[in-house]
């Protein structure tokens, strides 16, 4: 039983006329004839009764014209759901992100990748870096929106999608809260409160690393997994902070970001999917992720 049969048989069933149907469908009426009898021989009875004044559907036909509607609905869904699902336009989405993506990147982006692309759904999770590369590794994740660096994992394809300054956090109350601007080596004897380095082990060497370069061995008070908890802990004098510049913008608490004058790296978050794990949609979202990034950079 072919398709084409399923479908001359049904436009047949709705004109009742082998000739025009023949024309609708651009076919030979004595094909047409030829791919009827052919069906009617697959299932075994007559589907039609047919004379040189009329053609009627026998309850043979009757029965198999609503069912054979429904089938070809379904295949013809499942065949557009196939078409679209190799395009990227059609699946499910698991995408992590830390905080700060939450709020600069992902928002914007899923709200773009739905409007053209309404039949794909999404997992959004709130995922600290190290974790997020464990389930990209392993394929627990499609994509995810990390901290920078993140170290060798030749498994995964990380590109940076957001590039932002460091800025200096201290407590109002701190005697360079009223400087706008400040130096790192004015930092000596200071406590601070470090990102957790179990949580993003390329991060915290990161902030490590720019301390070290401007002479400071910093004394660590206390860690946190989040840099929002982090804000909490400076605005209550556990220590100073170097962390990046829109974390202090979105925050409620009431501390302080100082301008770092040394030459320093800049923040960066980045877009990360597996080299293994990668069907059409996750290459679709990454697409549009890197150009609305590219967008972005070009506006600052």
Do not use: W
């Not at 009827?36 to 299932?43: F, H, P, R, T, Y």
């Amino acid at each position: 039983m072919e398709l084409r049969q399923i479908r001359s048989f049904l436009s047949i069933a709705e004109t009742l006329h082998f000739g025009r149907t023949a024309e609708l469908i651009h076919l030979s009426q004595p094909a047409l004839s030829l791919q009827i009898g052919a069906l009617e021989e697959e299932v075994g009875v007559r589907l039609f009764e047919r004379n040189r004044r009329k053609t009627t559907l026998t309850a043979a036909g009757f029965a198999f014209r609503d069912d054979a509607a429904a089938a070809l609905s379904q295949l013809e869904q499942a065949i557009r759901r196939a078409r679209l699902a190799a395009s990227g336009k059609l699946g499910r989405l698991r995408i992590g992100f830390i905080s700060t993506a939450g709020r600069e990147i992902v928002p914007h982006i899923v709200r773009q990748f739905r409007e053209l692309n309404p039949e794909v759904e999404f997992s959004l999770r709130n995922i600290l870096t190290a974790e997020q590369v464990q389930m990209l590794e392993t394929g627990a994740l499609d994509i995810g929106f990390l901290r920078l660096p993140i170290g060798g994992h030749s498994a995964l394809d990380v590109v940076t999608v957001h590039r932002e300054p460091f800025v200096l956090v201290v407590p109002r109350s701190h005697k360079l809260a009223k400087r706008k601007r400040v130096r790192l080596r004015e930092l000596a004897g200071q406590d601070f409160v470090m990102y957790e380095r179990t949580y993003a082990p390329g991060f915290h060497d990161l902030i490590f690393g720019i301390l070290r370069d401007a002479g400071i061995v910093p004394t660590v008070s206390q860690t946190a997994g989040e840099i929002p908890t982090l804000i909490s802990l400076v605005d209550s004098g556990m220590g100073t902070a170097i962390l990046p510049a829109s974390a202090v913008r979105h925050s409620v608490a009431p501390v302080v970001a100082c301008e770092i004058l040394d030459r320093i790296p800049m923040s960066e978050i980045g877009i990360a999917v597996s080299k293994r794990f990668r069907a059409a949609v996750v290459d679709n979202f990454r697409s549009l992720a890197l150009k609305e990034s590219a967008a972005s950079s070009q506006m600052r």
